[in-house]
């Protein structure tokens, strides 16, 4: 590393530490972890989000503001050692600019390095380096990444719900580094090294560079791709004596001998052998060791998982697969080998996790816009933005959990886009066409503010960017769905300081629609067949959810009809009659007094809230069944936000007087989510949700809308005695195909809770 760190640079390396390294003015701690091969670099520090402000207004039904907000914001990235000195350059410059109000620098250090250097970092940052031991800081940081961040997994990887751990420990930690270090983690805080190799990542970079003549570990790892094992090792079946491999069990594609050819078949000169068979091989032979070890150590050690860290695996497929070979083999599949989304970061994040500033009770989410997930090609000179691998996980603002009633098997994403490439293409390319409707309301949203223009050019640069990258590298974000690529949106819309694209549309369609609700409310009243009068009440939410601004098939019919406001009764017309695609409504009538308390989350503003919602919560509530509403906490497409609900509720009381009562007897509550999503994802929602959701003994979850009860949750089942509802219009025809129906479909789908 020394000889390498002084030799003249060719880059202009501000410029290409100028974007991951962003932000640092309000960094405040920093943790640096320094391996053999590689330097991970974290701090945590505070961006100015613009958002969305409803406040009530005398005259108007609300007034509509945007404001900002100071959010904590952790940033990861990683560099080759020999770029060290640059870095930590770069964030001096910017460091010294702190004052000293804002209090003092925090900075940690852990990996081998940080006792080598620490004299050099101290004298760069300024600040003595708290020095913290390596693999702790490996477990800590695992810990925490699987307890705060719900979309870790690479491959399958069921954490246990609810707050208990218990099934997670005990657990083999095998972090590929340079070396190989193997813990057994008992509990949060008691764990053990039980084992190691040196025969790890560095190796396969040391041994690939004299095998192969490239620099690069990237370079290697693609030469890698593109061999065959066949070439220079030997397999079970050609055997080096002729034995009968049947005998042992084993398929005759497995390697006898590793490299065993190089000495009995050829000459031994290296170029009898290809460049990429040799680089295949040697990936084969180290991960497949290390499999092996993972397997016995897992075994010794009563583990039943295995979790993989250390930078050598980068999501790499085939490094994934040999290393889970093993283990899966040997193990029958009794352990199971899990991969960690941001397996590199896991010393640093331990590391960081000692900063007093980062709150250890709150949970954070991967910002999408920002985090770029794997570059694949050294590309060290580039100015791309991904040219660097960075992750950046943004603080929630409430505290949140993971939703008690979800079994084990819960995944939010109806569909796996990862593998599926036709599906993908047929994502990207919808989104892709999107891009100009979703700019130009994001520039209505904000048409007096200066630099709109240069914000939405960077918006669409960056957007397609994004969606090409995705094309590419379709793991960039772990196993990719339709919910991911829509919370990207949202992501860098918020990123580009366009909080709430709709915000204006919204209030004008909540004023709107108002006007309706007491004659809506008298027609239902009207109807003196309790099942017809249900029937109503089922309509008008999914002539309500036709208000769906983020489906091109319904923005492409009813865009600029009316003053560009859809009529509530077009709507109705559109959507399928009964018997609906997949129509529960007869059972769902049929136990509708059994319940004691529904819990409803709602989709758009507007009619879809105002005559399909409301209607329906007061037909519940008049049958003495208690409802918990819930909003978004945070603006995604035309969604009804939660203050936008509450703001529009005194206006709801003078029409129908009977909403104050419930509210005042709680008969009604109005909660929100902490979500920014069209979809849903119940791994994480706020604690004060699932103590209403407790006390009120809520036995129906309602999801309403394609985001939340198609896209994700369709066919979700929850315990301790929920049944859930979905209720849905396919507007989308994909869609409409994949659940064998056509546009404008209906889903009234009833899951009964899953036995205990
Ligand atoms: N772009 C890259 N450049 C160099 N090595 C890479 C790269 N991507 C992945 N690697 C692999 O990651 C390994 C380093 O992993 P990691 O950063 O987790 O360990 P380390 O902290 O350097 O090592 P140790 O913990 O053993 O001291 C390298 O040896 C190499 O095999
Ligand atoms: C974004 C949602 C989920 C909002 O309900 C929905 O509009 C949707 O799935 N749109 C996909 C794009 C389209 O169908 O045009």
Known sequence: MDDRMDEPKSIQIDQFLSYPLRNLENAASFAIDIGGSLTKLAYYSTVKFRINKVKKDEKELYDVSETDKILPRLHFIVLENQYLMEALDFIRDRVKARTQDEGPVE????????????????????????????????????????????????????????????????????????GVSICCIRSADDWERVGGTSMGGGTFWGLGRLLTGKESFDDILELAEKGSRSGVDTLVRTPIGGG????????????????????????????????????????????????????????????????????????????????????????????????LRHEGFLGAIGAFMQSSRVDKTKLWGENFASSTGYRERSTSNSKD??????????????????????????????????????????WISTLKSSTEKTASIAKQSQVSSVDVETRISEFKEKYLKRLDNLRRKPGSYGRLSVRKLLNMREDLLNELAFPDPYIHIKKRENEFFLHFLADRVKMIDSLSDHKKRWEECFCGILGGNMFDWGAKAVTDIFDGANDGLLQFSAAL????????????????????????????????????????????????LRENIQVVLVANSKPALNDVTYSELIALMPKVFQLCPEFEQFINNESLIITDIESSSPCLNLKTVPTRLVEIFAAKKCDLLILEGMGRAIHTNYKSQFKIGTDSLKLAVLKNDWIAKKLNGKLFDVICRLDEKAEP
């Open 385 to 426: 933005d991904d040219s660097i691998s960075t992750l950046e996980l943004d603080q929630m603002d409430i505290a949140c959990e993971t939703f008690p009633y979800l079994i084990d098997s819960y995944k939010p994403d109806q569909w796996d886009l990862t593998d599926d490439n036709a599906s993908r293409e047929y």
């Open 107 to 178: 900075f940690f250090a852990t990996g081998g390095g940080s006792i080598k250097y620490a004299k050099l970092l101290k004298e760069k940052i300024g600040v003595d380096p708290v020095k913290l031991d390596e693999i702790g800081c490996v477990v800590r940081g695992c810990n925490f990444l699987i307890r705060v961040m719900n979309d870790q997994s690479r491959l399958s990887f069921n954490h246990s719900s609810g707050k208990n751990d218990e099934a997670l420990f005990p657990y083999l930690l095998v972090n590929i580094g340079s």
């Open 573 to 620: 017309v559109k959507i399928q009659a009964r018997p609906w695609l997949v129509d529960h409504f007869d059972a769902i009538y049929d136990k509708l007094n059994t319940y004691k308390s529904v819990c409803i989350f709602c989709d758009n503003s507007g009619a879809d809230v105002i005559l399909g919602v409301l209607p329906f919560v007061r037909q519940l």
């Open 244 to 339: 009968d491999y049947g005998n042992m069990g084993l398929s005759g594609d497995i390697t006898a001998s590793s490299f065993c050819k190089a000495a009995t078949e050829k000459s031994s000169k290296i170029e009898d052998f290809s460049p990429e068979d040799r680089a295949k091989s040697l990936l084969h032979m180290i991960s497949n060791d290390i499999g092996q070890l993972s397997y016995l150590y897992a075994k010794l050690n009563n583990c039943k998982r295995v979790i993989f860290g250390g930078f050598f695996i980068r999501g790499h497929m085939e490094t994934m697969r040999t290393v889970s070979f093993g283990i899966n083999y040997w193990s029958k599949g009794t352990i199971q080998p899990l991969f």
